[in-house]
């Protein structure tokens, strides 16, 4: 049994505090949140451990693992001080905003050892999956284009918005990202991208950007598209496709159901999951397996800080070429 402590009980965290408590594996024994009452609160539910303190929990000898799901900015300091006790770590993206930070924790975590793995959760999404396997095995040739749309339903809070300017690239897209380099195996070297508000003053009143087209090329010479919006209006919009040589291969949406009505008004389907909750709930599962396994065999977790800092690199690169209207090289 592996004892964790969640850090952060906010929107993402209650959903790893019940997967470690589900997990045969696992027991959730602290939950550490500078909102003390969040903290008891999501504690009480699974006889764990609440506290406002980091330290105190840290210092409990019995916890093997730090699950890290408090807000970008704060990432850095936690994984450090979580590395210096000797717990593993489990991230959410990205690992912080700050490259000067992230990579300070890259030399912490050299010295402690800590194994250490960033939450790039769709890697474990089964459909995606079998996407990225089916490229491994050849079954499209040479990839040639890979598109990813990635399309949320709704924008964040203002409040959100303005702790995180361009957060469409660094929170949404930091996710495809990271999707481009593991379905091909391969680094971008160029980017270019173009970012529009189209959401109005009264929900996006700080005009940060709620609409991206981006353009990669990779260095194999594949080119790559990532599309995002914050108003789907339809539901949450997941979808890649990869086209080779050979052929293609598509990751479709996910619904309720596959039922299909058939009328005199046409076709009718559910209409698609809402949000990623919903749309990724197995891949939260899995990536909490993947970590759980790594620890328990004693091999690096499936993504490390070198994964976290590149997805990071390219979505600074973006913000760039969003703000300059220039393609801009990239470097790691
Ligand atoms: N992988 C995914 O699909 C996914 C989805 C949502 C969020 N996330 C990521 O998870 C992280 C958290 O997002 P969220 O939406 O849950 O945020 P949130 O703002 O809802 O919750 C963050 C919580 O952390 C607490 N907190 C803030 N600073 C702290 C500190 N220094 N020490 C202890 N507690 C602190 C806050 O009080 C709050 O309860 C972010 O990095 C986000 O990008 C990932």
């Known amino acids: 049994m592996l004892d964790f402590c969640l ?3 906010g929107f993402i965290g209650p959903l790893h505090g019940a997967n470690v408590a589900a997990h045969p594996g696992a027991r959730l024994a602290w939950v550490v949140d500078l909102n003390v009452a969040a903290a008891r609160s999501l504690a009480h ?3 764990a451990r609440a506290s406002g303190a ?6 409990d000898p019995r916890v093997r693992a730090v699950i ?8 850095a300091a936690i994984i450090e001080a979580a590395a210096r006790a000797g717990k593993a770590i489990f991230c959410e993206k990205p690992v912080d905003l700050d490259m000067a930070k992230v990579d300070a924790c890259a030399k912490v975590l050299a010295q402690t050892k800590v194994p250490f793995f ?3 959760n769709r890697r474990f999404d089964p459909t995606h ?3 990225h396997d089916a490229i491994r095995a050849g079954e499209i040739g040479r990839p040639e284009m890979l598109i990813l749309s990635s399309r949320d339903p709704e924008i964040s809070p203002p409040d959100v918005v303005a702790t995180t300017p361009y957060g469409i690239f660094y929170d949404t897209m930091i996710h495809d990202f990271d999707m481009l380099r593991f379905l091909l195996d391969d680094e971008p070297i160029e980017i270019f991208a173009r970012t529009a508000c189209m959401i109005d003053e009264k929900e996006n009143p700080h005009r940060d950007p709620d609409t991206a087209m981006v353009q990669l090329r990779m260095s194999s010479g594949a080119l790559v ?3 995002s919006s914050f108003r789907a209006a339809y539901g949450y919009d997941q979808r890649i496709e990869a086209f080779g040589e050979k052929g293609m291969v598509v990751s479709t949406n996910h619904h309720p159901t596959s039922l299909e009505r058939h009328g005199k008004d046409g076709i009718r389907r559910d209409p698609l999951l809402y949000f990623f909750i919903d749309r990724y709930e197995q891949s939260y599962k899995r990536e909490l397996d993947a970590f759980i396994g790594a620890l328990e065999t004693a091999t690096p977790p499936a993504i490390g800080l070198d994964d976290g800092r590149r997805a990071l690199a390219i979505a600074e690169a973006g913000v760039r070429s969003a703000k300059t209207g220039m393609p801009v090289a990239l470097s790691y």
């Open 7 to 9: 850090v952060g009980a």
């Open 45 to 47: 539910k699974y006889g």
């Open 54 to 59: 980091l330290d105190e929990a840290l210092a």
């Open 68 to 75: 890290i799901c408090t807000p970008p900015r704060t990432h």
């Open 118 to 120: 960033v939450g790039f």
């Open 129 to 131: 999956r079998a996407l």
């Open 225 to 227: 598209h990532v599309n």
